[in-house]
Each structure stands twice: as structure tokens, then as C-alpha cells.
């Protein structure tokens, strides 16, 4: 069923898949620490972080963490009383600043790395 | 100042194979006539089996809500050339198609229902109205002026997933009751929209916002519900 | 009520993730790999403080995620047998992964 999409629906959207996307990591995640009982498996593990796709993920990863963070705090100012007339801004403006912090961090992540 | 316009529509047929398909027509309208306009001019000069709901053609009944180039509209408050030259038409999303642009209503107002839309005040009457102060029916003229259209419920992805969900228009028929200072049924109000499929349910995705033809602010009364629900779990307070 | 908080907590448990999740990202992806080598966890791990803070964040994560997931289930899932063992599953995953976490902080 075809409808059109707006900046409000859109956020919606991406602070859902986000949120799938993060709850499979932190499964993901908790599973790779489980390895912390053997320093030897661990380290092995942690040496996979070395992997240039890997950090790709890490950057992926960080956009994914970012739009769901700005997402959600967009609808926990309006839940908690923010007047709904800034809706619009507060999808635009958080879309902005997700733009920018994931670049800068991005740039610095990438030139520490190589 | 008169144009051509082609009206794209999607049919549904029940009896005919295939029940569904678009049809094409081309006609010239005034630009400051309406898609109603347009959808009359159709059924009076080219096909009179298109079907649609029409009553009073001025933004009041809600009778024509439809979905118009991809979003939820009154058809009679729809000027033409507000709209490009090639306009969808197709019926209200996520309802079940009666026959072309009419769609089953029930559901929608299944809903309405369940939350309790009328005044529930068991005190003695007074000896003419149950006052209300000007700053008391502030607090809902806005959820007053709902022409229950239909056009809010069918837009919000919730309701297309879930049609057990309350939905827009339901949720803010409770808030008009729930603020409304002559009610007393705020508690057994709030237990019906505190439910699984209730106000927990909006996720401000502000769709219904965005196509209502009274410009009611929903999820800003809905949000005040969600609030008053949260007020009422820990003060026990009343409104 | 039980709902009512439960939402309420959902959004609670969001605010300590910002936090938490922001400050974590920076130690653990913009600090070098030297940061979450095994020894330099350990390290870390050694201070209580640092382990209340890491139970709080784990707890908080997955309460937040699975309550997210569950309203995701009872928006889309609707045969019954589905609905049934995915809400089970998400109610029990949480409890599983805590238990462990608990396990790597304190053991």
C-alpha cells in the first residue's frame, strides 16, 4: 500500500529498524564478552576488530546508534512536554545534527585508525 | 481559468473479474473547483458507476475522505490546482473496500465506541445546564471540532498493522470526554485507552496530524492523555 | 497502571542510555584498540563503581530493547501461536542475557 512519506513518518521508520537493528547487537555483543572468561579466545576475538570491514560496521554502527538516540530523544521531549509545534524542527534539526556528529565522527574514528 | 485534469482512479467492482483497476479520465475543471467537483463531472458525464461518499461538499461531514495523490484528504476541500495535472484517487487506506471510494466505516467507528464518547456525570442535574466555564471548554475546543472523517485512523502505520489499536480518532473522542470538566468518567476512561492496544500504541509518528481537514492537533492530545495516565498511576489524582 | 509504568520506564531507561551509550561509544570505539584489549577491561573491571555503572547500562539496554521489541509484536504478530512464543522469548532473552552479564561483570 502506497503513501506518502513525510519527515515525521520517516523518523518514525528509522528510529524502528534502528531499534531492531540494536537489540540483535546487544545480543550480539553480549555474546562476544561472554569470551572474557578465556583472555586468549577474547583477545583472538578482538583481534577480528582489526578488520577493515569490521570498521566499516563500527561506522554503520555508529549511524545506526545516532539516529536511533536522536529519534527517541525527539519523542521523549514532545511525551514529556515539549509543544508538538516544534515537531517538524526537532526532525529536521536532529536529522542535521546526525549528519554532522556522525561525519566528524567518522573523519576522527577513520584517522585514528589508519 | 479552466484546465484539463486526469483523474487516475482506483476502481473496485466486487461482481466484475478483475474486481480491480485504475481508470483514466480526462476532464476540464476550474481551478478553483474541488476533486468532488471532478469526481461528480466523472459520474454525470462518463461513467456513472463510480462510486464515492458525498453529503454536504463543504468541510463539514466528512463524508468524501479519500486518498488523494498519496495522502488522506477531503475531496471537497481539495482544490484542483493545489494538485498536478495527473491526480491518484484511491480510497482511504487500511478499511475494507466497499465498492470503489467508498469504504466499510464500521470498524472505524467500532472504536469510537469503545472509549466511552458521551458525557457520564451521575450527579443530581442542576436546575438548567451543568456549567462550564470559557476556560474550561478550551481545554477542548479543539477535540470538539473532529467531523470524524476517518482521514487520521486510516493514515497512521499503527492502524495499518494493527487494527485492534484505538487509533487517532478514537483516542482523541476520550480526551474530549476525559477533559471535558462536566465528565466523571475519567478513570474507567483512562482504563480503556491504557490498554494493550491503546495509547501505548501512538508512537507520535504525527500522520494523522498531518492530514486532518480540521487541522486538529491529535498526538498533542494524545500525548496529554498519555501524561494524565502517568499522573493518575502514581498521585492518584482526578483531572 | 502496570502498563502505564512500564512505558514510563521504557523512556527512563532511554535517557540513561543516551548517556551511558554516548560516553561507552567514545571509550570503546573512538579511544584505540588498546581500550578494550583484555587487560585494559579487566582493569577497568576492577572498580566497583565501574561495575554498578556497567550493570545499571546492561539492565537498562535490555529493558529498553525488549520492551521495544514487544510492542513491535503486538503491533505485527497476530496468530496466536506466534504471538504466544515470541512474547515468551521476549520476556525470557532479557533474563537470560542479564544473567550472563551479571556473570562478566562479577565473575
Known amino acids: 500500500m502506497r503513501y506518502k512519506w513525510s519527515i515525521n513518518s520517516l523518523a518514525w521508520l528509522f528510529h524502528r529498524i534502528t531499534g531492531i537493528v540494536l537489540s540483535f547487537y546487544i545480543i550480539a555483543h553480549i555474546y562476544v564478552l561472554s569470551h572474557l572468561k578465556d583472555p586468549e579466545s577474547y583477545n583472538r576475538l578482538m583481534g577480528m576488530m582489526k578488520n577493515p570491514i569490521v570498521k566499516i560496521g563500527e561506522l554503520g554502527l555508529f549511524a545506526v546508534v545516532l539516529i536511533h538516540v536522536f529519534a527517541g530523544l525527539r519523542v521523549t521531549f514532545l511525551e514529556a512536554g515539549i509543544s508538538t509545534k516544534y515537531q517538524k524542527h526537532m526532525a529536521y534539526t536532529g536529522a542535521v545534527f546526525i549528519a554532522l556528529v556522525w561525519f566528524i565522527g567518522a573523519v576522527y574514528f577513520l584517522k585514528e585508525v589508519f | ?239 | 497502571m502496570g502498563r502505564t509504568f512500564a512505558w514510563l520506564f521504557h523512556r527512563l531507561t532511554g535517557i540513561i542510555l543516551v548517556v551511558g551509550l554516548l560516553y561507552h561509544f567514545h571509550l570503546m570505539h573512538f579511544m584505540g584498540h588498546d581500550n578494550y584489549s583484555y587487560e585494559a577491561v579487566m582493569k577497568r573491571l576492577a572498580d566497583p563503581a565501574w561495575k554498578t555503572f556497567n550493570i545499571v547500562f546492561l539492565f537498562s539496554a535490555l529493558y529498553h530493547g525488549f520492551y521495544g521489541l514487544n510492542g513491535i509484536i503486538t503491533e505485527y504478530i497476530k496468530t496466536d501461536f506466534l504471538k504466544r512464543s515470541l512474547s515468551v522469548l521476549v520476556f525470557i532473552l532479557p533474563l537470560v542475557l542479564a544473567f550472563f552479564g551479571v556473570k562478566i561483570v562479577f565473575f
Open chain 2, 1 to 239: 481559468m479552466e484546465k484539463y485534469y486526469t483523474f487516475k482512479i482506483k476502481r473496485f467492482l466486487p461482481d466484475e473479474t478483475p474486481s480491480v483497476r485504475w481508470d483514466e479520465f480526462r476532464i476540464r475543471l476550474n481551478r478553483m473547483e474541488r476533486i468532488i467537483d471532478g469526481l461528480i463531472k466523472i459520474k454525470e458525464t462518463r461513467d456513472g458507476t463510480l462510486t464515492f461518499r458525498k453529503s454536504c461538499a463543504h468541510g463539514v461531514c466528512g463524508s468524501c475522505a479519500m486518498k488523494i495523490n498519496g495522502k488522506n484528504r477531503l475531496a471537497c476541500q481539495t482544490l484542483v490546482k493545489d494538485m498536478p495535472e495527473v491526480i491518484e484517487i484511491e480510497p482511504l487506506p487500511a478499511l475494507p473496500v466497499i465498492k470503489d471510494l467508498a469504504v466499510d466505516m464500521t470498524l472505524f467507528f467500532e472504536k469510537n465506541d469503545r472509549v466511552l464518547p458521551y458525557l457520564v456525570n451521575d450527579e443530581p442535574p442542576p436546575e438548567r445546564e451543568r456549567l462550564q466555564s470559557p476556560d474550561d471548554q478550551h481545554k477542548i475546543l479543539e477535540s470538539i471540532t473532529c467531523i470524524m472523517c476517518g482521514s487520521c485512523t486510516t493514515s497512521c502505520p499503527v492502524f495499518w498493522a494493527d487494527k485492534e489499536y484505538l487509533g487517532p480518532s478514537a483516542l482523541l473522542k476520550a480526551y474530549r470526554f476525559t477533559f471535558d470538566t462536566r465528565d466523571r468518567a475519567t478513570q474507567q476512561r483512562l482504563e480503556k485507552i491504557t490498554g494493550e492496544h491503546g495509547v501505548w500504541r501512538c508512537h507520535s509518528i504525527f500522520n494523522c496530524v498531518d492530514v486532518c481537514p480540521k487541522e486538529i492537533d491529535i498526538t498533542k492530545h494524545i500525548l496529554k492523555l498519555k501524561r494524565l495516565a502517568v499522573k493518575k498511576g502514581f498521585t492518584g489524582d482526578s483531572q
